[in-house]
């Protein structure tokens, strides 16, 4: 079947890292992506990782990716209040065309 | 800024109506998707268009139905209406439709269905 799980929320202290989790099911994807999506706007890729792959750094976001768990989870160092956001996980679907399945998302919310 | 904008950005309707809602995509972008997202939750794939054509469709009614044209418009049409159906309406466009080809999203419409 096709679902991706994430926790619903989580909250960071300025300047802290924040860990978001997501978990899927289609051992057959090919990538694995993080979006973030602020109020009144759209998605914006943040980063992606091949399956093939352990993990992916970039500037203050790490993805690791535990293939055999379907574990995937997306890593922001010294967390701004610029970061509080939903973050959502997706997962490419490998059935022949470019469709995303995106988690129900995470909301970061980042205090002083 | 992805270069895919939607219209209009908010639309109020009653149920039983019909609506389009219209893309214009990146040129060169020869790939369309539309994404339904209710609220609290992730996007779910409607359709992919590729060249004019439907090439891919999620768990939707095909009272769900779309176009996408030459000039890299597309349009998503919903008929008879239901409260359901309220959501935020997202099209993405890509250079290709193969699997992880980069997807570039609009800030989609937000529907209301009353």
């Known amino acids: 079947g096709e679902d991706v799980e994430q926790s619903l929320f989580l909250s960071v202290r300025e300047g802290d890292s924040s860990v978001i989790n997501c978990t899927y099911t289609d051992s057959s994807s090919t990538y694995l992506y993080w979006y973030k999506q602020e109020p009144g706007a759209g998605l914006q890729l943040l980063t992606y990782?091949?399956?093939?792959?352990d993990m992916k750094q970039d500037q203050r976001l790490t993805v690791l990716l535990n293939k055999k768990d379907k574990h995937l989870s997306l890593r922001i160092a010294d967390t701004q209040t610029g970061d509080s956001a939903i973050y959502f996980c997706a997962e490419t679907f490998s059935g022949g065309y470019n469709k995303l399945i995106f988690g129900a998302g995470t909301r970061l919310a980042v205090h002083p | 800024e992805t270069g895919v904008t939607q219209s209009p950005t908010h639309l109020i309707k009653t149920r039983g109506q019909q609506v389009t809602l219209r893309c214009s995509s990146q040129s060169g972008h020869n790939t369309v998707s539309w994404y339904q997202q209710a609220l609290g939750q992730g996007p779910q794939f409607i359709f992919q268009y590729y060249r004019e054509e439907e090439n891919g469709r999620g768990n939707f009614p095909p009272r769900f139905s779309g176009l996408q044209f030459p000039n890299y418009s597309s349009e998503l049409n919903v008929n008879a209406l239901e409260l359901d159906d309220s959501a935020l309406y997202l099209c993405?466009?890509?250079?290709?439709?193969?699997?992880?080809?980069?997807?570039?999203f609009g800030s989609g419409t937000q529907l209301s269905v009353l």
């Open positions: 993405a466009s890509s250079i290709d439709r193969v699997e992880g080809e980069k997807l570039f």
């Open positions: 990782i091949f399956s093939n792959m």
